[in-house]
């Protein structure tokens, strides 16, 4: 009896367009009033999206709007600094 693959998600990054394993990205998560938290766990309720593991994609990701567009919210002065602090700690282009 031969087993089936398993059905790994896919999701695609805002910032870049590619598409990656969905545990691959990192699950950005609108939980209301334009406050935007990291989702670890990729379990909490509301909208999401994704972004790549690289400082690029966030840089992109927060000055073009991309974020809010797909979140469909404006981000609050400090979710988009706590976002900027995060993107800080992440490697740059092709460190990943």
Known sequence: MRRKNKHIPQRTCVACR???DKGDL???VHIGDGIVEVDISA???G???YLCPKKD???IGLKRNH???A???RLSTN???ALIDYSNNLPGEGQV
């Open 79 to 81: 979710s988009r600094q």
């Open 67 to 69: 974020l809010e567009r």
């Open 26 to 28: 990192i699950r950005l």
């Open 47 to 49: 909208r999401s999206a």
């Open 71 to 73: 979140l469909r919210t």
């Open 43 to 45: 379990r909490r309720p």
């Open 18 to 20: 590619q598409r990656r």
């Open 57 to 59: 994609c966030w840089e």
